[in-house]
């Protein structure tokens, strides 16, 4: 079985500051890992994802999630957050094979406040 | 290209009563899964469904039932709702059963 643990339920951060939201899992085989942006009222959107290759991946908005294996984490980062960068964030698992029919696996989620 | 999407939006049901929700995959997509999501917490898998039958169940009980059309969309059935049911509704598709997946805005349920 697989799990995720998102270890802060709510972090506030200034405009501009940079910012690390925390994912780490728990999986027997290897993984894919994704990380959801959830915006008031909305579904859930992808953000980035890993699927194999380079650890380092990044979205089109200036995120950024290194996979760790050693570490078994999957943090998120940005180096200067805007206003509307303020959602919920949400690390996600499934097992690392295709064709497989794979379930995804979420953590509780992050809320991310950013202050002006 | 047209993404997932789902239908109503919105649903008030009183406890005892069944709904039935709907989700058309995006296209290209063959696999759809749902989710439940309660307030203040992530989604937990509900079901996949993949060559219209169910792959893969979560922890959820027989009340909950669904269905896939040829067309590759897809229904969430709940029957003798509970109050607790009351939730976000999310459908994810994706190709082949894979780990990628793309979710539609969700049906809030509400049950009174």
């Known amino acids: 079985a697989q799990s995720v643990t998102q270890l802060d339920s709510q972090v506030p951060v200034f405009e501009e500051a940079p910012v690390e939201l925390r994912c780490n899992y728990s999986?027997?085989?290897?993984?894919?890992l994704f990380w959801y942006v959830q915006y008031p009222n909305q579904g859930l959107q992808l953000l980035l994802k890993?699927?194999?290759?380079?650890?380092l991946v990044e979205s089109i908005n200036g995120f950024e999630a290194e996979f760790n294996k050693s570490q078994t984490s999957f943090h998120l980062r940005k180096p200067s957050v805007h206003i509307s960068d303020t959602a919920e964030y949400f690390c996600a698992v499934t097992r690392g094979r295709s064709g497989g029919y794979q379930k995804v696996t979420f953590g509780t989620g992050t809320k991310l406040q950013v202050i002006p | 290209d047209a993404g997932v999407t789902q239908s109503p939006t919105h649903l008030i049901k009183t406890r005892g009563q069944q709904v039935t929700l709907r989700c058309s995959p995006k296209?290209?997509?063959?696999?759809v899964s749902w989710y439940q999501q309660a307030l203040g917490q992530g989604p937990q898998f509900i079901f996949q469904y993949y060559e219209e039958e169910e792959r893969q169940r979560g922890n959820f009980p027989d009340r909950f039932s669904g269905h896939q059309f040829p067309n590759y969309s897809s229904e969430l059935n709940v029957n003798a709702l509970l109050l607790g049911d009351s939730a976000l509704y999310l459908c994810?598709?994706?190709?082949?059963?894979?780990?990628?997946?793309?979710f539609g805005p969700g049906t809030r349920l509400t049950v009174t």
């Open positions: 296209s290209g997509h063959d696999t």
């Open positions: 994810a598709s994706s190709r082949d059963g894979g780990g990628e997946q793309y």
């Open positions: 890993y699927l194999s290759g380079s650890t």
């Open positions: 999986s027997s085989v290897s993984v894919y």
